[in-house]
């Protein structure tokens, strides 16, 4: 995303970052109507803690959502967290920017990315699901956020 | 400090991965870590991109009214730049003047070797300054907010300062009788509609008194808010929720 240091009103935060929160949401969730209340909540507590620049909004924003629909998630959306899409969506600017990010990484990073960001899972049960050693998943995480970042700035994308 | 074999548990912590032992470890090693409390925040910044990668989904309409809405009664918890540590300040500027104007004087006299003992009291003074201004600096800033404790009806004995820059918690107690052996104290954050949520644990020194940094934990900052704090004293080690009712207990400040 493009940093933007000035704070903004929360009309305008939401009209940045609404969709893709909604977007997360829904995929976590697999449930529209929960989907509308965890985007809600987490927009509310995140401008309650104080905006101070859009950028910062953005990373909390997005985690209050991925918590709150974690807390919320249907067996739909269970099911649906682990088929995953990453990088199935050709689309563009920081979509393309990601999912070219996320192709250029290691199976086994991709793998134990997917199951901790849209499965919610810890490192032992993304173990357990990928029959690896605990270390290694660490160093899968590890690595497949560091390579990512990496894409990404190279991409001239701001995380 | 060494940070090295924590940086392997740091995208596992920023992804909400980490649990347990480990976690409990790794937020300690945080709290004395800037290195690893950098790396945290930027990796977590990184996860954070990871939303552009879920399927398509088109938002309703009606969704940002209801967002605007919610958020409208939403005022931004106070800054604390108003906070008054002044006093402080104060005390430690004072001391260095007066081992200042106590140097020259001696100087005067051409005592060298009281000289180079007040230099070394003066450098004692200015390091002590340092390290003072830094966690003073935690205090300030454009993301700290704070919370009083106190028994209901009662003066304050202890202030909670959330540094959301720093993702830590700066506890500081005063007046609150220490633990006795095999007890300690355990703060908890309150938020609407969920299960308290540990904020740490700590004991007070034989006068009472505390200060302490406590790194901000994945559930905490995923909470978004906490709407009050609560103060009780738990077995050796914490409790996974209160055993009893709040000592102290206090919502954060909203003043403008």
Same mark, same amino acid.
Request: proline fraction near 5%; include cysteine.
């Given at each position: 995303?493009?940093?933007?240091?000035?704070?903004?009103?929360?009309?305008?935060?939401?009209? @940045?970052?609404?969709?893709?929160?909604?977007?997360?949401?829904?995929?976590?969730?697999?449930?529209?109507?929960?989907?509308?209340?965890?985007?809600?909540?987490?927009?509310?507590?995140?401008? @309650?803690?104080?905006?101070?620049?859009?950028?910062?909004?953005?990373?909390?924003?997005?985690?209050?959502?991925?918590?709150?629909?974690m807390q919320n998630r249907t067996a739909y959306g269970r099911r649906k967290s682990f088929e995953a899409t990453l990088g199935t969506e050709d689309g563009r600017g920081h979509e393309a920017a990601v999912t070219s990010a996320l192709a250029a990484l290691s199976?086994?990073?991709?793998?134990?990315?997917?199951?901790?960001?849209?499965?919610?899972?810890?490192?032992?049960?993304?173990?357990?699901?990928?029959?690896?050693?605990?270390?290694?998943?660490?160093?899968?995480?590890?690595?497949?956020?560091?390579?990512?970042?990496?894409?990404?700035?190279? @991409?001239?994308?701001?995380? | 400090?060494?940070?090295?074999?924590?940086?392997?548990?740091?995208?596992?912590?920023?992804?909400?991965?980490?649990?347990?032992?480990?976690?409990?470890?790794?937020?300690?090693?945080? &709290? %004395?870590?800037?290195?690893?409390?950098?790396?945290?925040?930027?990796?977590?910044?990184?996860?954070?991109?990871?939303?552009?990668?879920?399927?398509?989904?088109?938002?309703?309409?009606?969704?940002?009214? !209801?967002?605007?809405? %919610?958020?409208?009664?939403?005022?931004?918890?106070?800054?604390?730049?108003?906070?008054?540590?002044?006093?402080?300040?104060?005390?430690?500027?004072?001391?260095?003047?007066?081992?200042? &104007?106590?140097?020259?004087?001696? %100087?005067? !006299?051409?005592?060298?070797?009281?000289?180079?003992?007040?230099?070394?009291?003066?450098?004692?003074?200015?390091?002590?300054?340092?390290?003072?201004?830094?966690?003073?600096?935690?205090?300030?800033?454009?993301?700290?907010?704070?919370?009083?404790?106190?028994?209901?009806?009662?003066?304050?004995?202890?202030?909670?300062?959330?540094?959301?820059? !720093?993702n830590i918690f700066i506890v500081t107690a005063f007046n609150v009788p220490r633990a006795p052996a095999g007890k300690t104290y355990q703060l908890w954050a309150i938020?609407?509609?969920?299960?308290? /949520?540990? /904020?740490?644990?700590?004991?007070?020194?034989?006068?009472?008194?505390?200060?302490?940094?406590?790194?901000?934990?994945?559930?905490?900052?995923?909470?978004?808010?906490?709407?009050?704090?609560?103060?009780? /004293?738990?077995?050796?080690?914490?409790?996974?929720?209160?055993?009893?009712?709040?000592?102290?207990?206090?919502?954060?400040?909203?003043?403008?």
């Amino acid at each position: 995303m493009n940093a933007v240091e000035s704070p903004s009103s929360v009309g305008e935060l939401y009209d @940045r970052f609404g969709a893709l929160a909604y977007r997360l949401a829904v995929s976590i969730t697999g449930n529209p109507a929960i989907a509308e209340r965890v985007v809600s909540e987490a927009f509310s507590a995140t401008w @309650r803690k104080g905006v101070t620049s859009n950028s910062r909004f953005f990373s909390s924003v997005m985690r209050a959502v991925r918590a709150g629909a974690m807390q919320n998630r249907t067996a739909y959306g269970r099911r649906k967290s682990f088929e995953a899409t990453l990088g199935t969506e050709d689309g563009r600017g920081h979509e393309a920017a990601v999912t070219s990010a996320l192709a250029a990484l290691s199976e086994g990073e991709r793998s134990a990315l997917a199951l901790a960001y849209f499965g919610g899972l810890g490192v032992e049960a993304i173990a357990s699901e990928l029959r690896q050693p605990i270390p290694n998943v660490k160093a899968n995480l590890q690595a497949a956020l560091h390579n990512l970042r990496s894409v990404l700035t190279e @991409r001239g994308v701001a995380v | 400090m060494t940070h090295e074999p924590w940086m392997g548990s740091a995208a596992a912590y920023a992804l909400g991965s980490l649990e347990g032992e480990d976690r409990a470890a790794f937020e300690k090693h945080l &709290a %004395e870590c800037a290195t690893c409390r950098a790396e945290v925040q930027e990796l977590q910044e990184t996860a954070a991109m990871l939303a552009y990668a879920a399927p398509p989904a088109h938002a309703p309409g009606a969704l940002r009214d !209801r967002v605007l809405r %919610e958020s409208r009664d939403v005022r931004p918890l106070v800054r604390t730049s108003r906070v008054r540590l002044f006093p402080t300040v104060a005390w430690l500027a004072a001391a260095a003047s007066l081992t200042l &104007a106590v140097l020259t004087g001696v %100087e005067l !006299r051409g005592e060298r070797g009281e000289r180079a003992k007040l230099a070394l009291a003066l450098d004692s003074v200015r390091a002590e300054l340092g390290a003072r201004d830094s966690t003073i600096a935690a205090f300030f800033g454009p993301e700290v907010h704070v919370v009083s404790l106190s028994p209901t009806g009662e003066k304050p004995s202890m202030r909670v300062f959330w540094n959301h820059t !720093r993702n830590i918690f700066i506890v500081t107690a005063f007046n609150v009788p220490r633990a006795p052996a095999g007890k300690t104290y355990q703060l908890w954050a309150i938020a609407k509609n969920k299960a308290p /949520m540990s /904020m740490g644990t700590f004991n007070t020194d034989a006068n009472g008194r505390l200060t302490a940094i406590i790194p901000v934990g994945n559930v905490i900052n995923d909470a978004g808010f906490i709407d009050l704090c609560g103060l009780t /004293m738990e077995p050796e080690g914490g409790s996974s929720q209160p055993t009893e009712q709040p000592r102290l207990v206090g919502s954060w400040r909203h003043t403008d």
